[in-house]
């Protein structure tokens, strides 16, 4: 059974530094693009970027460029979302989810429950 | 603003028919690029529901269909359901200078009356 399994509910101040983490388990997590969806408070999807485990090859989505960075672990199929600065602004629900092999029009087939994200002072 | 406009609510009774429209322009639907729905029920992660344009996921139940049209894509709900209640997204890429990128909709609130 295909699942990425997110890190937990973060709490920080502006100005500070996190890392949160997505765990793919039940295929082949190298052979897959992960990307990252930011979903802010009552608001819709909006998709960050995405990286491909297999050679860490990252794209990212102009709005989100030098805003965050995207990383992964193969030996511990595991990507991360990171800020080296936290703004209130970053307060949202973040999902990993899996792309499809199939493109050019890609989907993502499985998704992450969720890191809620909240930036407070 | 979304690249690709949902109509931010609709609403159904239950056995009735829905739709769900998705309009881009011709740097994403209306070049050719598929698009895919997801459903968010509240509380919950999104779920894939429908992709490349009309294709149903295995356990997706056939009441929810899709199709697409020059530079515009339509989700169907028929037989409505409470347990349908919850927002649904469009999918597709957009071709811009700097690369194509994945773009969502706005999302559309479903309420079953």
């Known amino acids: 059974e295909v699942q990425l399994v997110q890190s937990g509910a973060e709490v920080k101040k502006p100005g500070e530094s996190l890392k949160i983490s997505c765990k793919g388990s039940g295929y082949s997590f190298t052979s897959y693009w992960i990307g990252w969806v930011r979903q802010m408070p009552g608001k819709g999807l909006e998709w960050m970027g995405i990286?491909?485990?297999?050679?860490?090859?990252?794209r990212y989505s102009p709005s989100f460029q030098g805003q965050v960075t995207i990383s992964a672990d193969k030996s511990i199929s595991t990507a991360y979302l990171q800020w080296s600065s936290l703004k209130a602004s970053d307060t949202a629900m973040y999902y990993c989810?899996?792309?499809?092999?199939?493109?050019?029009?890609?989907?993502?087939?499985?998704w992450g429950q969720g890191t809620l994200v909240t930036v407070s002072s | 603003q979304s690249v690709l406009t949902q109509p931010p609510s609709v609403s159904g009774a239950p056995g009735q028919r829905v739709t769900i429209s998705c309009t881009g322009s011709?740097?994403?639907?209306?070049?050719?690029?598929?698009v895919h729905w997801y459903q968010q029920l509240p509380g919950t992660a999104p779920k894939l529901l429908i992709y490349g344009n009309s294709n149903r996921p295995s356990g997706v139940p056939d009441r929810f269909s899709g199709s697409k049209s020059g530079t515009s894509a339509s989700l169907a709900i028929t037989g409505l359901q409470a347990e349908d209640e919850a927002d649904y997204y469009c999918?597709?890429?957009?071709?811009?200078?700097?690369?194509?990128?994945?773009?969502f909709g706005g999302g559309t609130k479903l309420t079953v009356l």
């Open positions: 989810a899996r792309r499809s092999l199939r493109g050019p029009s890609y989907y993502f087939d499985y």
């Open positions: 011709s740097s994403n639907i209306g070049a050719g690029y598929d």
């Open positions: 990286i491909y485990p297999g050679d860490s090859d990252t």
């Open positions: 999918q597709s890429y957009d071709s811009s200078l700097s690369g194509s990128h994945v773009v």
